[in-house]
């Protein structure tokens, strides 16, 4: 059974808050860390296969931390989420493998939907992949 484990990395309770249980109600399996301590945890269960990380948490920059989630679980999925990022700060997080960059939901209705998107998106990817281990027989 597939599980759709989605991990939000986020300092801003609000927005954390907010993103959880918009993923919950859609159906997801959403942890909540307070620390990159519990965020690790998940990863290297691997029972999280898509994070949404911001530009900052638990003291670090998404940039410094991407390498190391990517160590943990190299089929991880990370979506960054956030709405001003230095350019550099952008570019290193793609060229470290993100999968998207997501502005962060606001208050406004339906601000959600490009994160809904990706999010969809990024687990569709990540089930084709588990699928592809599987060995056919034809």
């Known amino acids: ?28 399996q959403v942890t909540v860390p307070n620390s990159l301590a519990g965020a690790l945890c998940g990863i ?3 029972t999280v296969k ?6 900052r948490f638990d003291e670090l920059l998404a940039s410094d931390l991407i390498p190391l989630l990517k160590r943990c679980n ?9 709405s001003e990022l ?15 960059h997501a502005l962060k939901p606001g208050s406004v209705p339906g601000d959600d939907e490009e994160l809904r ?4 998106c990024a687990f569709d990817k990540a089930n084709q992949h588990d699928h592809s ?6």
Do not use: C, H
């Not at 190299?74 to 956030?82: K, S, W």
């Open 1 to 28: 059974m597939n599980t759709q484990g989605l991990l939000i990395a986020d300092e801003d309770l609000t927005a954390r808050t907010q993103m959880a249980e918009l993923f919950s109600d859609a159906g997801y």
């Open 44 to 46: 290297l269960k691997k």
């Open 50 to 55: 898509v994070v949404l990380l911001s530009s």
């Open 74 to 82: 190299r089929d991880l999925t990370i979506i960054l989420v956030a």
């Open 86 to 100: 230095p350019l550099a700060l952008l570019r290193r997080a793609r060229s470290e493998g993100i999968f998207y």
């Open 117 to 120: 998107q990706a999010v969809k």
């Open 133 to 138: 281990d599987v060995p056919s027989f034809e």
